[in-house]
Antibody
């Protein structure tokens, strides 16, 4: 079974940078799109963007374009979500998910990011 | 405000049947497949239903999905206490060119 294992919870200060990860267990990494999804406290899920690790093609939701960077390292089957300058409003749970037919099938367990001074 | 609209909560007694609705528009549910997920806080969401009505691997036939126009419905029969979780729908939106989700529905099994 496919497993997506995300990095642990992070507590950061506004203005700091951060990179969280999502390691995919099986040899599907290069052949499936991966998505990053945000869930702010008490809110629904928001589609942030997707990456095709095979060629690193990346597509961002307009709401997140320019605010985060999605990348992947095919050699270690790991995708990343990165911020250069965190804000308090980035406090949320972040999920990665593999896509089948453009919708998530397998999900990571989530990474809680807390940004507070 | 989520693109897809779900009731915030539903409840029913063990053994009963519950339905959870997911309302969208012609740019999403109206022309794309819908998936349903079960999510227990602190765990990875689990795919229940894909392509509107197909059960994911290992999902019992107590779970079902259906579509009518721009709305989707998840049905759960023979409710068990272990079904208590958040349930959310997802689909592709052709106008936004992104996936979209419902706000989630918390199921309580009384």
């Amino acid at each position: 079974e496919v497993q997506l294992v995300q990095s642990g919870a992070e507590v950061k200060k506004p203005g700091e940078s951060l990179k969280i990860s999502c390691k995919v267990s099986e040899n599907i990494f290069s052949n499936y799109w991966l998505a990053w999804v945000r869930q702010m406290p008490g809110k629904g899920l928001e589609w942030m963007g997707i990456i095709y690790p095979g060629d690193s093609e990346t597509r961002y939701s307009p709401s997140f374009q320019g605010h985060v960077t999605i990348s992947a390292d095919e050699s270690i089957s790991t995708a990343y979500l990165q911020w250069t300058t965190l804000k308090a409003s980035d406090t949320a749970m972040y999920f990665c998910a593999s896509l089948s037919g453009w919708l998530p099938d397998y999900w990571g367990q989530g990474t809680q990011v807390t940004v507070a001074s | 405000q989520s693109v897809l609209t779900q009731p915030p909560s539903v409840s029913a007694a063990p053994g009963q049947t519950v339905t959870i609705s997911c309302s969208g528009s012609s740019s999403n549910i109206g022309n794309s497949y819908v998936s349903w997920y079960q999510h227990l806080p602190g765990t990875a969401p689990k795919l229940l239903i894909y392509e509107n009505h197909k059960r994911a691997s290992g999902i019992p036939d107590r779970f079902s999905g259906s579509i009518s126009g721009t709305s989707a419905t998840l049905g759960i029969t023979g409710l068990q206490t272990g079904d208590e979780a958040d349930y959310f729908c997802g689909t592709w939106d052709s106008s936004l060119s992104t996936g979209v989700f419902g706000g989630g529905t918390k199921l309580t099994v009384l």
